[in-house]
């Protein structure tokens, strides 16, 4: 079974069929309207001749008239027969014709009134046939006007030749136009075929002609765009995976370094928990790096869920500086809690906490002892403000733009001394604009950083 595959082939072939389609309708219409029109002309100029004779006659019968009618149809492609009302030839055209003369009988059982065509069918007789009666005071019968159908057939016969001619060479001139045009219309989506076909395979150095400017046009420019975001993504992956790997490998690096340590026999119990307790900040950090892990991933498969609530400031953020407190406490670091006012919050409250909890711990690992955090809530113009100030380290301002994304680190060594894994503030980020608020960060570097939330 033949199958077609090319769209090129299918738009030739439908627009093609289309087009003959309505060419063959057109030209079988016109074909029609042109003979029937020609067709017409000569009965009219057979009947406007036979009335003519007709009318000579019945002003001025004699045989000197019937003579004059018959001698001005000799030699022409017309004939004519003048009979009386009993059907006997008075004169013809034509003597020796028993053709014309057949159609006789049927003049005299018709007994026509009036001028009119007696033979119509011209593909099939010899003749064509007006019927003309005529009647004075004397003498009646009729003048019989005959055209041979020669003409009319062989000017049919080259009419339809001529259509042939013609309708063969529009079909030829059709399909070379219509398979070109297939071509340029069609090759913009062959292009963008391959260039799919080049993503699928992981080639993402993909560069398409230009389009112009319709569906075709911003089909390639969103394929072109595709293949820039998955080229991107893909570099974005295999940092991450790079970055993973670094970050996992080190924690267990020295998971296994000071388990073996640990092992050691000759090792009393105050060495032996002091590598212990070592292994179990190293574990804290690395399930703190799979939770945020895990964070990411819900939040790129969208299978977390945002419930909105009203809730009000005050015991929320209570709560919180309960929790974190003792961790700045042990880090000889003073938090500064400052609220003046209890007003109402629409977010998710366990959402917010685990933003506010990242913003305070990312404090917590980038201020050194001595130093002092806050924290500050405020309502304005209906939307909560939560920020968080430190006196860390700070940010480069050529890097500020960069701290949401993933894996991105300030301290770019990724030293035990700071311990984050750069992902805190992608979660924070991500969970920001899942509220329909906005995150703002304002830092110096070596005085500190302060990130303010609006929700």
């Not at 019989?144 to 020669?150: A, I, V």
């Not at 500064?336 to 690992?365: C, G, M, T, W, Y």
Request: hydrophobic residues 40%.
């Amino acid at each position: 079974m033949f199958i077609i595959n090319k769209i090129s082939t299918k738009l030739t072939l439908c627009f093609f069929a289309a087009v003959i389609i309505l060419e063959l309708f057109l030209m079988f219409y016109l074909h029609q309207n042109i003979i029937h029109s020609r067709v017409d002309e000569e009965f009219s100029r057979l009947l406007s001749y036979g009335e003519n004779h007709r009318d000579v006659l019945i002003e001025n019968y004699s045989d000197t008239t019937i003579e004059h009618i018959v001698l001005m149809e000799n030699n022409n492609n017309r004939e004519v027969i003048i009979i009386n009302s009993e059907g006997d030839i008075i004169n013809s055209s034509d003597k020796d014709n028993k053709t014309i003369e057949s159609y006789i009988p049927q003049v005299l059982k018709q007994k026509s009134k009036i001028d009119g065509i007696l033979i119509s069918d011209f593909e099939n007789s010899p003749y064509i046939v007006s019927v003309h009666p005529y009647q004075n005071s004397e003498h009646s019968g009729y003048v019989l006007m005959y055209q041979s159908t020669n003409s009319l057939n062989h000017m049919v016969n080259e009419l339809t030749m001529h259509f042939g001619i013609a309708g063969a060479t529009s079909i030829v001139i059709i399909l070379i136009i219509y398979a070109v045009l297939s071509k340029v219309l069609t090759r913009p989506l062959i292009n963008m075929k391959e260039a799919t076909e080049k993503l699928s395979k992981g080639d993402f150095e993909v560069t398409l002609p230009y389009a112009s400017k319709d569906e075709l046009g911003e089909l390639s420019i969103s394929i072109q765009k595709l293949a820039k975001d998955l080229e991107r993504l893909k570099k974005e992956r295999n940092e991450f995976l790079a970055s993973i790997s670094h970050e996992l490998s080190t924690p267990l690096t020295y998971l296994i370094g000071y388990a073996k340590v640990a092992m050691r026999k000759e090792l009393n119990e105050k060495e032996r928990n002091h590598y212990l307790s070592i292994i179990a900040e190293e574990a804290d950090g690395m399930k703190d790096l799979v939770k945020d892990l895990l964070d990411l991933a819900r939040i790129d498969e969208n299978a977390f869920t945002v419930n909105k609530e009203y809730f009000w400031s005050q015991p929320f953020l209570d709560n919180i500086y309960k929790l974190v407190e003792p961790s700045f406490i042990n880090k000889e670091l003073k938090l500064d809690f400052e609220s003046k006012e209890n007003f109402q919050i629409f977010a998710d409250p366990l959402r917010l906490q685990q933003i506010v909890f990242n913003l305070l711990d990312n404090a917590l690992k980038y201020s050194s002892n001595g130093k002092k955090v806050r924290l500050e809530a405020y309502s304005l113009n209906g939307k909560a403000v939560i920020s968080v100030s430190d006196e860390g380290i700070g940010i480069p301002s050529d890097e500020i733009e960069f701290i949401f994304d993933r894996l991105y680190r300030v301290e770019k060594s990724r030293s035990r001394v700071y311990g984050g894994s750069g992902i805190g503030l992608s979660v924070v980020k991500e969970l920001v604009e899942a509220h329909g608020g906005t995150i703002e960060v304002e830092s110096k570097l070596g005085v500190g950083s302060t990130f303010k939330l609006v929700i």
